[in-house]
Each structure stands twice: as structure tokens, then as C-alpha cells.
């Protein structure tokens, strides 16, 4: 069973910075996707960074150049720094990891979800 842990929300204001963590307990195979979706208040889930296989990075345009995604896989834990936060960069974000690939910055069709962690970005 695969356990996946987000950490690293908060409240910013905007212009600022947060990292999340998200660690895997757990098998999470090494050629796995991995990434980040967002939850907005009233919005449909959507993705915002995933790593495929090949450890090839993807984002949505409305947050190429703020957010990065990284993976250690020796610590078993996914990372995103995200910078330059705006007001609609609120919202939950949740830890995804599956066998399926990527796309735009989400990863197709999960097998394992975090329970998320939230992030508030105030103007």
C-alpha cells in the first residue's frame, strides 16, 4: 500500500514563496509519474506540475516559470517550490502518483492520492 503525505502549505501574501513535500511510504516504482494538482474553492481539480517516467517536467501556462517540481527518489519524497504566488494559486493541493503518464502538468489517471495540504495566497 502506498501512503502519500503532503506538507508545506500556509498562508502568504501574494509575490510570495512556499515549498511542498509530499513523501511517499511505500513502493512508488522509480519510472512512475509523479505531480502536483490544485483544488481552487468551486474548481474542478486540475494539475499544476508533474515529473513522467523519464523524470521530464510539465506545467499548465498559468504557472510555467512560478512553480518547479523535483523528485529525490532516495528519500522517497516529491517536491514544488512555487514563487511569485498569486490570490488564484489558492487552494488545496494534492500529491498524485500512478503507472499512467503525463500531460500539461498532470498525471493521467493517479493510483495513489495525498490527502493535501492547503495554501492560501492573500492580494
Known amino acids: 500500500q502506498v501512503l502519500l503525505v503532503e506538507s508545506g502549505g500556509g498562508s502568504v501574501q501574494s509575490g510570495g514563496s512556499l515549498r511542498l513535500s509530499c513523501a511517499a511510504s511505500g513502493y512508488i516504482h522509480p519510472m512512475w509519474s509523479m505531480g502536483w494538482f490544485r483544488q481552487a474553492p468551486g474548481k474542478e481539480r486540475e494539475g499544476v506540475a508533474a515529473l513522467d517516467r523519464d523524470g521530464i517536467p510539465s506545467y499548465p501556462d498559468s504557472v510555467k516559470g512560478r512553480l518547479t517540481i523535483s523528485r529525490d527518489n532516495a528519500k522517497n519524497t516529491l517536491y514544488q517550490e512555487m514563487k511569485s504566488l498569486k490570490p488564484e494559486d489558492t487552494g488545496m493541493y494534492y500529491c498524485?502518483?500512478?503507472?499512467?503518464?503525463?500531460?500539461?502538468?498532470?498525471?493521467?489517471?493517479?493510483?495513489?492520492w495525498g490527502r493535501g495540504t492547503q495554501v492560501t495566497v492573500s492580494s
Open positions: 498524485a502518483a500512478g503507472n499512467g503518464g503525463t500531460w500539461r502538468g498532470a498525471v493521467y489517471e493517479p493510483d495513489f
